[in-house]
């Protein structure tokens, strides 16, 4: 049974096996998430990302795919970065960020994650309203197999917690 669990907090201080990372195509850094992960977890992780766009990903991850690398000095075995859409008001953009819940935790548990930390992608930089980038998560989770034992939802302020809180119930 997979476990679905609600934390505020930094993401980076997440005690878990893999740390979801909410990422650009370019996997070479960023603000939010992304340089909050980069800045604690140290440059091995980078190192890592510069190396998987010199083989693998020469143009970038493509939103909605998920990658791994260490997760450095963060207390977590893996990070794995994944591009979430930029919301769009005339595109619908859901089966792409879908993908990037359903992606990122087949990965970890190929990886043997027995622990995830997700944020919530696309929904700060990206500007996906939270509720329904919220939505989106949860229901994705919840529809995918997988032997990850825990998910955990990190969630950075309150409206944040409580737009997940509401979709979990
Ligand atoms: N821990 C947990 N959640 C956080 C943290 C943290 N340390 N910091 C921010 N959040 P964002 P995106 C929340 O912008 O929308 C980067 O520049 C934040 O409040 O990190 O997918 C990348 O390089 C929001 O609810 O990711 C990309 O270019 C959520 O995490 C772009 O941003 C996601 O916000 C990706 O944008």
Redesign the pocket.
Known sequence: MTRVSLVR????EQQVDAVVN???SSLL????????IHRRGGPEILAECRALRASRYGKGLPTGQAVATTAGRLPARWVVHTV?PVWSREEDRSGLLASCYRESLRLAGELGARTVAF??????????P?ADGARIAIETVRETETAVEEIRF????EP?YEAFAAQVG
Do not use: E, K, R
């Not at 907090?9 to 980076?12: A, L």
């Not at 603000?31 to 909050?36: E, F, I, P, T």
């Not at 990190?154 to 302020?157: A, C, E, P, W, Y």
């Open positions: 907090g930094d993401i980076t909410a990422a650009n850094g960023g603000g939010g998430v992304d340089g909050a979430g944020p919530a992608i696309s929904t700060g930089v990206y500007g996906w939270m990190v969630l950075f302020d944040a």
